[in-house]
């Protein structure tokens, strides 16, 4: 008995002994710290499938928008489509707004195009991504909705990304990079992109702007906004710092592939007079694969671009 008694002791032992080093294990492997190859890699594996991402290079993403003003609170619907062809991009989104109708954001043959809302002013989201393109020379903007989301070209894009780690979204743990553009950034100004920790989907990017690099000239208030607001919001925009966060959701399959079918833009202001806030909600609701564009598809032709 005291024999059995031993061995038992033993087992019992042998048995934590073996829990521990799993957990051990286990917690090594968690910890470890993944390389942006690694993450990137995962990422477009979370996308779907290598040869049909190829084949969707022609792609449009069609839904309905809403532009919301915080304080005071005003909610503008209307509808978007967002396309792109592996090279260029086309977002455009229509608002029930006299003073900001329409928005429209366009890289053309590696050229940034954002025309003018009204009166020769731009929207403060035209005004932002106008400002500091390299949202979109980066082919950082839109993310995978577009086939311009740099992760899936097969080409090398200027750029430095270093991984920041793990980090937590509400109760979503994600990982975090961070990316330098070859140009660099201005001290203060930065830009991540967060991955779900689980299935590597692009989840967020944020970028935060200290001030305005190329100032914000002829950018508005838009929304309930007249001649001499606007003038005053024009002059006021490069004394701010600015938060633009892209936030991508309800990520399913459509067309083969797992695409964002929620997409919110989020701009938050900072300066001397207070903070101002302003969202773009997208609620994409089809996605085509097109079998060609038209020749001047992506132009915004007969719109100024400033």
């Given at each position: 008995m005291r024999c059995l008694g031993y061995l038992g002791t033993i087992w019992r032992g042998g048995i934590i002994v073996l829990s521990l080093f799993v957990f051990a294990?286990?917690?090594?492997?968690?910890?470890?710290?993944?390389?942006?190859?690694?993450?990137?890699?995962?990422?477009?594996?979370?996308?779907?499938?290598?040869?049909?991402?190829?084949?969707?290079?022609?792609?449009?993403?069609?839904?309905?928008?809403?532009?919301?003003?915080?304080?005071?609170?005003?909610?503008?619907?209307?509808?978007?489509?967002?396309?792109?062809?592996?090279?260029?991009?086309?977002?455009?989104?229509?608002?029930?707004?006299?003073?900001?109708?329409?928005?429209r954001i366009g890289l053309f043959n590696?050229?940034?195009?954002?025309?003018?809302?009204?009166?020769?002013?731009?929207?403060?989201?035209?005004?932002?991504?106008?400002?500091?393109?390299?949202?979109?020379?980066?082919?950082?903007?839109?993310?995978?909705?577009?086939?311009?989301?740099?992760?899936?070209?097969?080409?090398?894009?200027?750029?430095?990304?270093?991984?920041?780690?793990?980090?937590?979204?509400?109760?979503?743990?994600?990982?975090?990079?961070?990316?330098?553009?070859?140009?660099?950034?201005?001290?203060?100004?930065?830009?991540?992109?967060?991955?779900?920790?689980?299935?590597?989907?692009?989840?967020r990017t944020v970028y935060r702007q200290k001030e305005a690099e190329n100032a914000f000239g002829g950018t508005s208030n838009t929304v309930g906004a007249t001649k001499d607001t606007l003038n005053s919001w024009n002059s006021g925009m490069a004394n701010n710092d600015f938060t633009l966060t892209e936030d991508y959701s309800d990520i399913r399959g459509d067309i083969g592939l797992a695409l964002p079918h929620e997409y919110s833009i989020t701009l938050v202001v900072d300066g001397h007079t207070g903070t101002t806030e302003f969202t773009w909600n997208f609620a994409i609701q089809e996605y085509r694969l097109i079998k060609q564009f038209p020749g001047d598809f992506f132009t915004f032709k007969g719109a100024s671009a400033g």
């Open positions: 294990e286990t917690t090594s492997l968690y910890a470890q710290k993944l390389s942006p190859d690694e993450i990137i890699a995962r990422h477009i594996a979370s996308i779907g499938n290598a040869d049909l991402i190829s084949r969707s290079k022609r792609l449009m993403a069609i839904g309905s928008s809403e532009f919301v003003r915080h304080r005071p609170e005003q909610h503008v619907p209307g509808r978007a489509v967002l396309a792109s062809d592996g090279s260029d991009m086309a977002f455009f989104s229509t608002f029930d707004s006299t003073d900001y109708p329409m928005e590696d050229k940034v195009n954002i025309p003018t809302v009204k009166m020769g002013s731009r929207s403060p989201l035209g005004g932002f991504l106008k400002s500091w393109d390299k949202t979109l020379d980066g082919r950082i903007f839109g993310g995978v909705i577009l086939s311009t989301w740099r992760f899936l070209s097969s080409s090398t894009l200027p750029g430095k990304f270093e991984t920041e780690g793990k980090k937590k979204i509400g109760d979503r743990e994600v990982w975090v990079l961070s990316y330098t553009p070859k140009a660099g950034l201005t001290g203060g100004s930065t830009i991540k992109l967060f991955f779900d920790a689980g299935n590597f989907q692009h989840v």
